[in-house]
């Protein structure tokens, strides 16, 4: 407790001890800096500290905390040994006046090098001025300036694209219509199509305690998972994994809530035929799934390791896109298509969408690629969106951990 007030008192060294020992389990280095009503942390690991997860604890921290003295925490991550930041963000705190309803926020600006984290902070961050220091690959301190009373806690503000985030996205859609064009290198990259597929298959079987192996169908063309009989051994570890972990949340009794709610849907699932529908659609549906991912991952820069990923991202996302628009036009319009699909994998294995229409959905096929068509549209939107407002994602994810 003497620690606590120590920290709550605007003490440095105490704010850094007790934010090391919240960050030990994540092997994750802090180091701090203390400047005025402005604490700038440097979380340090290998791989480079998640963002997400990063800020959910450090916003945890200081609601605990409530440093009295304190009215903005800029967080910086990197890799050990990196000599660029891979992100900052930044958390706003309650006035002084009100210690007891502090609840930080959090805003997000993104930096690719040193020298732009220079110039950035110069120009945007309300607490920072001039730099008093430079040394290439080491957290620059400023001097700061107290802000006014009446800058309070802020509401939760939509974060937007930056500019080499449309860059990423815009070149990723160009090299994805290029690639979807280009017979020989969209035959390349229908691999990847294939072996997202298959692994959707396979993942939701093994989930539901059916061993299963994805592999390439050289008879046919394209993939198929093998499946086997659902084992109670695998199942049995499964509810023990769920009973653990929601033994270990029980400090947090709102995530533990979720989990139980979690775990009873899986068991509804289970009990089922629920389970094996999921396990016929999420060929498709992982490839719905790549579009949001890729996509989110261009738009937001998380797990960049070079500056050409995020292009990366947005080719896959788009290309995965393109295929399964074509895909379902081609099953709802093309005749010839239509029956080759029909007719299954050697009139033996009907194919996935066909099984959903016929044996548990009794639907016109129509309807359930109309479905498909529904999930590939939105998946993109809802990549922006969960960028755009990501600070009210971690709001609440702080709010379940409370």
Request: aromatic share 12%; glycine share 8%; proline share 4%.
């Amino acid at each position: 407790m003497e620690l606590v007030q120590l920290a709550k008192q605007g003490d440095g060294r105490a704010i850094a001890t007790l934010l090391n020992r919240a960050f030990e389990k994540q092997a994750t280095a802090v180091k701090v800096n203390l400047r005025g009503n402005c604490l700038q942390v440097l979380l340090e690991a290998t791989p480079t500290p998640e963002p997400l997860a990063a800020m959910t604890l450090m916003q945890q921290v200081m609601s605990h905390i409530q440093p009295e003295s304190l009215e903005r925490v800029e967080v910086y991550g990197r890799e050990t040994g990196a000599k660029m930041f891979s992100w900052q963000k930044e958390i706003r705190l309650q006035q002084p006046q009100q210690p007891s309803s502090i609840q930080p926020t959090l805003q997000d600006r993104e930096l690719t090098k040193q020298g732009d984290f220079e110039q950035n902070e110069s120009q945007t961050s309300p607490c920072l001025q001039q730099p008093s220091a430079t040394k290439k690959g080491k957290l620059v301190f400023y001097s700061t300036r107290r802000q006014s009373p009446s800058r309070s806690l802020t509401k939760h503000q939509p974060q937007a694209v930056t500019v080499e985030g449309w860059g990423a996205v815009l070149t990723g859609l160009g090299l994805a219509v290029i690639l979807f064009i280009l017979s020989p290198l969209k035959l390349l990259f229908r691999g990847f199509l294939v072996m997202v597929h298959e692994v959707g298959h396979a993942l939701t079987h093994w989930l539901f305690g059916r061993p299963a192996i994805p592999m390439i169908d050289f008879a046919f063309g394209g993939g198929i998972t093998l499946s086997f009989e659902q084992s109670w051994l695998i199942l049995g570890l499964i509810y023990l994994a769920i009973a653990y972990s929601i033994w270990l949340c029980r400090v947090y009794p709102r995530l533990q809530g979720v989990l139980v709610g979690l775990a009873g849907l899986y068991s509804f699932c289970l009990l089922t035929d629920w389970n094996l529908i999921l396990s016929t659609f999420m060929g498709h549906g992982m490839e719905v799934l790549a579009i949001f991912i890729c996509l989110y991952l261009s738009i937001s820069g998380y797990f960049r390791r070079m500056d050409g990923d995020r292009t990366i991202y947005a080719m896959l996302g788009f290309f995965t896109l393109f295929s399964d628009l074509q895909f379902s036009w081609q099953l709802l319009y093309d005749l010839d298509f239509q029956s080759w699909y029909d007719e299954g994998k050697g009139g033996i294995i009907d194919n996935d969408l066909v099984i959903l229409a016929s044996e548990y959905f009794n639907a016109d096929l129509a309807t359930i690629v109309g479905c498909l068509i529904a999930g590939c549209i939105t998946a993109p939107i809802l990549a922006f969106l969960l960028y755009r407002y990501e600070s009210w994602l971690r709001s609440a994810i702080g709010k379940l951990l409370a």
